[in-house]
């Protein structure tokens, strides 16, 4: 049985890995199992009771601002060391993937950051790119959705942007159920978060190519 949980998370990962080199993004579903899943919701439902998400902003250090026209998210940044068992489960194979990764498309990563993410009913992430411009250190971005029993009509979509050799784009909505990994090239492809009917769960976070030197916030 172990064995045949490797296999899968194998298959996964090479998945993940060719999609990225051959298109810049990948979207894999089953990632996580519906237990585990399940699981991150406790944590997540933990965090809530106490009290322990922000309001999300946009820039970084100076430029930092909150806007909710922008972005309406609230989120919980995970510490590594302090993460309760079900969050270590999915760091776990996170870091997994990162060295499939490094052994595959040579990205050099080193290290990850994520947090928890609730987008309430309404709310947005407009267009943008997850790479800042004083700092590029994000090469992939990461999003784990924790939504059970999630249909298209409750929207929340997140969008990705794609480029046309043309020179023109197309665009790919990922709809966020419960399990469903999708990952793709931080400093490639704008994206955005679609307004929900429902409160919208995920973990998302970025592979790096540089160590985190700061703690979390």
Same mark, same amino acid.
């Given at each position: 049985m172990?064995?045949?949980?490797e296999e899968e998370a194998l298959q996964k990962f090479e998945q993940i890995a060719d999609n990225l080199s051959d298109k810049g993004?990948?979207?894999v579903d089953n990632f996580l199992d519906l237990q585990e899943v399940k699981n991150l919701m406790e944590v997540l439902t933990h965090h809530q009771e106490q009290g322990t998400f922000k309001k999300a902003g946009i820039g970084t250090a100076d430029q930092f601002q909150v806007n909710r026209e922008v972005r309406g998210d609230h989120i919980r940044w995970i510490e590594p060391e302090n993460a309760l068992p079900p969050t270590r489960v999915f760091l776990d194979k996170m870091?997994?993937?990162?060295?499939?990764i490094n052994r595959t498309c040579y990205l050099g990563l080193k290290d990850y950051e994520f947090h928890f993410t609730v987008y309430?009913?309404?709310t947005v992430y407009?267009?943008?790119? *997850? #790479?800042f411009q004083v700092n590029d250190h994000r090469q992939l971005?990461?999003?784990l959705y924790l939504n059970e029993d999630w249909l298209p009509e409750h929207g929340g979509n997140l969008r990705l942007y794609?480029?046309?050799?043309?020179?023109e784009e197309e665009t790919l909505d990922v709809l966020p159920i419960a399990g469903r990994l999708a990952c793709f090239r931080s400093n490639l492809l704008p994206h955005e978060v679609l307004p929900a009917t429902r409160h919208r769960y995920s973990?998302?976070?970025?592979?790096? *190519? #540089?160590?985190n030197e700061l703690p979390f916030l």
């Open positions: 172990q064995e045949q949980l993004y990948a979207v870091d997994e993937m990162m060295r499939y309430p009913p309404g407009q267009r943008h790119i *997850d #790479q971005s990461c999003i794609l480029p046309k050799e043309n020179g973990l998302t976070g970025w592979l790096k *190519d #540089q160590l």
